[in-house]
T-cell receptor, first 111, second 112 residues
Framework: DVKVTQSSRYLVKRTGEKVFLECVQD?????MFWYRQDPGLGLRLIYF???????EKGDIPEGYSVSREKKERFSLILESASTNQTSMYLC??????????FGEGSWLTVV | GESVGLHLPTLSVQEGDNSIINCAYS??????FIWYKQESGKGPQFIID?????DKRQGQRVTVLLNKTVKHLSLQIAATQPGDSAVYFC???????????FGPGTSLSVIP
């Protein structure tokens, strides 16, 4: 079975803190994605990556950055967390043209 | 613009009945469609998919129907069970471009 693992399920951070959300997939997928999910807004794409050290902005990249140093790992970084970044963050991966598989989500609260 | 939408935001079904969840898409170039189930507090889970060269695909208790003429996708769940209560998303993709568009979701509630 495909497994996308998000290391942190629940985090509480203070405004201005730097936040790292880590994601690992075990299916050798080329593509990895970070989404955020908010009530009434659905899934919104933050960043994605088609290859190691490669990144592309999604629909809402402001306030975020990403890192993909290894094929299996894709990190989402909030350089200076703000309260409007309180959300559920979902990591996903796939091979080109194939099903996207999601992790279990990371609930981030910024106070 | 491109969009994937669901006709009903909520759906209540009696346990044992069949459920039908609908989805409209607007990009006629999309060639791959996926249904996801998301339980409370969890990530979306793949249920079933269908490619544009098919109009029906069956899984275990689930069937996806694709009508390309009217750009409509539906998920049918047979003999709905309490464990089927969740939010269901449809998604469309143009595989050569690999951009996936997700619908807003339909919340399915199963009445015991």
């Amino acid at each position: 079975d495909v497994k996308v693992t998000q290391s942190s399920r629940y985090l509480v951070k203070r405004t201005g803190e730097k936040v790292f959300l880590e994601c690992v997939q075990d299916m050798d997928h080329e593509n990895m994605f970070w989404y955020r999910q908010d009530p009434g807004l659905g899934l919104r794409l933050i960043y994605f990556s088609y290859d190691v050290k490669m990144k592309e902005k999604g629909d809402i990249p402001e306030g975020y950055s990403v890192s993909r140093e290894k094929k299996e790992r894709f990190s989402l970084i909030l350089e200076s967390a703000s309260t409007n970044q309180t959300s559920m963050y979902l990591c996903a991966s796939n091979s080109l043209g194939d099903t996207i598989y999601f992790g279990e989500g990371s609930w981030l609260t910024v106070v | 613009g491109e969009s994937v939408g669901l006709h009903l935001p909520t759906l209540s079904v009696q346990e044992g009945d069949n459920s039908i969840i609908n989805c409209a898409y607007s990009n006629s170039a999309s060639d791959y469609f996926i249904w996801y189930k998301q339980e409370s507090g969890k990530g979306p889970q793949f249920i079933i998919d269908i490619r544009s060269n098919m109009d029906k695909r069956q899984g275990q208790r689930v069937t996806v129907l694709l009508n390309k003429t009217v750009k409509h996708l539906s998920l049918q769940i047979a003999a709905t069970q309490p464990g089927d209560s969740a939010v269901y998303f449809c998604a469309e993709e143009k595989t050569s471009y690999d951009k996936v568009i997700f619908g807003p979701g339909t919340s399915l509630s199963v009445i015991p």
